[in-house]
């Protein structure tokens, strides 16, 4: 464990942002399975509303530095793709 002060806060901090990004990370991940799996149904109207959810999640996720930029895209682009092929 750290001994000076602004070692001890800097840890703090660290601990609050990883539970802080592990919850991001996880609630967008539950996002995308929702999205996979309204696909697997073969229900579009529940896959193209999954698909409009997971989205902004997604956008928020790359503005915020938890993802990147790239992997928000292939994400949105790969799911993208799947509903349509639902016609």
């Known amino acids: ?8 806060k800097r840890a703090r901090q660290a601990e609050g942002r ?3 990004n592990a919850s991001r990370r996880s609630m967008m991940r539950t996002f995308i399975k929702r999205t996979v799996a309204a696909i697997a ?3 579009k109207e529940s896959a193209t509303a999954a698909y409009a959810a997971v989205v902004p999640i997604l ?3 790359c503005q915020k530095g938890l993802i ?3 992997k928000a895209a292939r994400y949105k682009s790969r799911l993208n793709e799947q509903v349509k092929a639902m016609a």
């Not at 464990?1 to 001890?8: E, H, L, R, T, V």
């Open 68 to 70: 990147h930029m790239n």
């Open 18 to 20: 990883r539970q802080h």
């Open 41 to 43: 149904s073969g229900n």
């Open 1 to 8: 464990m750290a001994n000076i002060k602004s070692a001890k």
């Open 59 to 61: 956008d928020v996720a």
